[in-house]
């Protein structure tokens, strides 16, 4: 079992602050990595709300982060690099050797699993929640805010979805980073991730609701947000592997 740091509540803001300060000395690449994440998300967004999908939209919308930490690799790879003073490329961001490899493909299919079982519970509490299908936007909209059956949707989706949101936070927030060792296999980097935030409960809580309210705002923006945003998190969770694990893979060269 790899030990863990004990630490304070102000952390998640030091690590934010560090991301920040990361982000600022790779700016470009950085901003390239977020913009494609962004106009992804956009056009999927888009495409659902044209075919008048807007259940989809919202689910699909909300289960961003069950996938975030796979596709947050290359920043955690930045972040790495950055922390060593080492020179930092687009092209290193986007193919990171150290994450092919099959333990990071196991943690990424439980992930999609993840993802996939909140769809159908998503569907399912629609199901229960109203007999007619909102294929319009507008009327998803009157549906969810304007009636009980909608309201009592939101609140059982937001309770539902939140409790999975922070057991995927909780197996994932030290594991994914933690996955450019080559020495970590997934069982250990999942453990380790429970752990940290067993030990540290009150911290992390803390840190799963600033990034929870950062993709947000994101989502507020269409998700163009996400061009400043995803890479800002990115690098502040490396930041916050880095201070919760001692002496793993911070100072490690890449392979």
Not at 161 to 169: H, K, L
């Amino acid at each position: 079992m790899v030990d863990v740091n004990t630490i304070g509540l102000g952390a998640p803001l030091r690590w934010l602050a560090q991301g920040w300060r990361d982000m600022m000395n790779a700016l470009v690449p950085s901003l390239l990595y977020g913009a494609a994440i962004a106009l992804a998300s956009f056009a999927i967004w888009r495409a659902l709300i044209a075919s008048d999908l807007a259940f989809w939209a919202l689910s699909l919308s909300c289960g961003f982060v069950f996938v975030a930490p796979m596709l947050a690799m290359g920043l955690y790879e930045a972040g790495r690099r950055i922390s060593n003073h080492e020179q930092l490329r687009l092209a290193q961001m986007v193919l990171v050797r150290s994450a092919v490899r099959a333990d990071v493909f196991y943690l990424g299919l439980a992930l999609l699993l993840i993802y996939l079982l909140w769809g159908r519970i998503a569907q399912v509490v629609y199901g229960l929640s109203t007999y007619r299908l909102h294929t319009n936007v507008q009327d998803f909209v009157d549906f969810s805010t304007q009636t009980s059956e909608g309201l009592t949707m939101l609140v059982t989706g937001t309770i539902v979805g939140g409790g999975m949101a922070f057991f995927t936070f909780s197996i994932t927030v030290v594991s994914a980073p933690m996955l450019l060792d080559q020495k970590a296999n997934v069982f250990e980097a999942m453990f380790t991730s429970i752990r940290a935030v067993a030990k540290n409960f009150a911290p992390m809580l803390l840190w799963a609701v600033l990034i929870t309210l950062l993709l947000v705002a994101s989502a507020a923006t269409s998700w163009l947000g996400l061009i400043v945003v995803f890479p800002w998190l990115g690098l502040a969770s490396w930041r916050a592997y880095c201070d919760v694990v001692p002496d793993r893979t911070a100072a490690e060269p890449a392979r």
